[in-house]
Nanobody, 124 residues
Framework: QVQLVESGGGLVQAGGSLRLSCAVS????????MGWFRQAPGKEREFVAT????????YYAGSVKGRFTISRDNVKNTVYLQMNSLKPEDTAVYYC?????????????????WGQGTQVTVSS
């Protein structure tokens, strides 16, 4: 397994932007598909975005498509989530996840390593 540490969360006004980072330890980062999930208070954890191990392909939840961009740097062992045009309904704890697979992964159960989460709050 790998260890993941998220950063970059915070408070932002609606329409603003944030960039989340997830630093991954271990020498197998480039063999892992990566994903971002989020969980709002009282709600289940939901899929946000995923990227292939090579970084060549991505997939997004419909609620964030066109506003969020997932990317990765396989030299720095880091995955990013650029979030633009933020809305109050994007408020949640955001989690980074790693799955030992070359293809992108959508289901939370497909991931075997998780970060501790970072809070994103969007004010109206």
């Amino acid at each position: 397994q790998v260890q993941l540490v998220e950063s970059g969360g915070g408070l932002v006004q609606a329409g603003g932007s944030l960039r989340l980072s997830c630093a991954v330890s271990g020498r197998t980062f480039s063999r892992h598909a990566m994903g971002w999930f989020r969980q709002a208070p009282g709600k289940e954890r939901e899929f946000v975005a995923t990227i292939r191990s090579s970084g060549g392909s991505t997939y997004y939840a419909g609620s964030v498509k066109g506003r969020f961009t997932i990317s990765r740097d396989n030299v720095k062992n880091t995955v990013y989530l650029q979030m633009n045009s933020l809305k109050p309904e994007d408020t949640a704890v955001y989690y980074c996840a790693a799955g030992y697979d070359s293809n992108w992964l959508i289901g939370a159960g497909q991931y075997n390593s998780w970060g501790q989460g970072t809070q994103v709050t969007v004010s109206s």
